[in-house]
């Protein structure tokens, strides 16, 4: 039977001690998506991974991968679960290869699997060199090699640009969406929101355990179009006539400017609108947040 959600946690919540570090969390992750699981330091992110593998044992609630229980069967939860967390460790005086088959035996996985994940990661013609003289984009590559050991149906990535530079970061970018257009699901953690913006489909966003929003990133973002102006003169008066309206949620002043939380298709009839009062609009159209406000502002974190 075919599984449509990959991950699905229903009040999953973990306590330590007097402090709920995740608190009460349910959602599901669709087959073949990138998803995003996003939240300010001390979110619940790295709890609730630890949960989602089995190294960590709820408090209440339960997580579900690939449809099993990860606590009451684990072995079959996480058979095809490839994860990538924090920063990777590699012995230095071994190659890339050795260093994946040392983890392949370990793991009981087949060492004939090493060259294809090395090819995915476009690492084959470096799988001899020692990991010493790699540059971190090879290492966080290699790691991504690691986690495709056990060929997963879901890999979770935890910061996997995490010090690289512009040209590391377009690579595991380009390599994740690979990935996911082979089929795979991925989850992805970053605190690069413009990453995340241009990759996953859908996120969570986390702030002290608990979900505050969750949903498409375009439909997320479109939560947060309005219009932007500037009027000849008075802005203040501008504001207030405007914010008279019924179907104006809001009028903020910014650099000279107007943001008006209103509907963009209105826009026209703004615009006549002020000018029957005598205000003159020089400048009008679409102002929308990306990723990075929109998390600012449910987060509350600056």
């Known amino acids: 039977m075919l599984i449509e959600s990959i991950i699905e946690t229903e009040n999953l919540t973990k306590r330590y001690g007097a402090r709920l570090a995740v608190d009460g969390l349910s959602l599901r992750v669709a087959r073949g998506e990138i998803f995003g699981l996003l939240g300010p330091n001390g979110a619940g992110k790295t709890t609730t991974i ?3 593998l089995g190294l960590v044992r709820p408090s209440a609630g339960r997580a579900l991968v ?14 095809r679960v490839g994860a990538m967390i924090e920063t990777p460790a590699f012995y230095p ?3 890339g290869y050795d260093n994946l088959r040392v983890l392949a035996l370990a793991g009981g996985l087949p060492v004939a699997r090493i060259a294809a994940t090395l090819e995915a990661v ?4 470096r799988a001899r060199d020692r990991v010493r003289v790699y540059s971190q984009g ?12 056990p060929d997963p149906e879901l890999i979770i990535l935890d910061e996997p640009t995490n010090g690289l530079d512009p040209a590391g970061t377009a690579e595991i970018r380009a390599l994740i969406r690979n990935l996911a257009a082979g089929g795979r699901t991925i989850v992805l953690c970053s605190h690069i929101l413009s990453e995340v913006e241009q990759l996953c489909g859908r996120v969570a966003i986390l702030k ?23 009027v000849e003169g008075d802005p203040a008066r501008a504001a207030a006539l405007l914010a008279a309206l019924p179907w104006v949620r809001g009028v903020e002043q910014s650099n000279g400017a ?11 009839e703004l615009n006549a609108y002020l000018t029957r009062a005598g205000v003159a609009v020089a400048e009008i159209g679409v102002h929308a947040s990306n990723l990075e406000q929109f998390f600012l502002e449910v987060t509350g974190d600056t």
Do not use: C, K, N, T
Not at 67 to 77: F, H, K, L, S, Y
Not at 138 to 149: G, N, T, V
Not at 258 to 268: H, M, N
């Open 50 to 52: 630890a949960m989602l």
């Open 66 to 79: 690939l449809g099993r229980d990860v606590q009451a069967d684990p072995v079959a939860a996480l058979r």
């Open 93 to 95: 005086y071994l190659s």
């Open 122 to 125: 476009e690492l084959s013609d």
């Open 138 to 149: 090879m290492r966080q590559r290699l790691a991504i090699a690691a986690a495709l050991l």
């Open 208 to 230: 002290a355990g608990r979900l505050v929003a969750e949903g498409a990133v375009a439909e997320l973002l479109r939560r947060e179009r309005g219009l932007r102006l500037r």
């Open 258 to 268: 107007l943001l008006v939380d209103a509907p963009v298709e209105r826009a026209a």
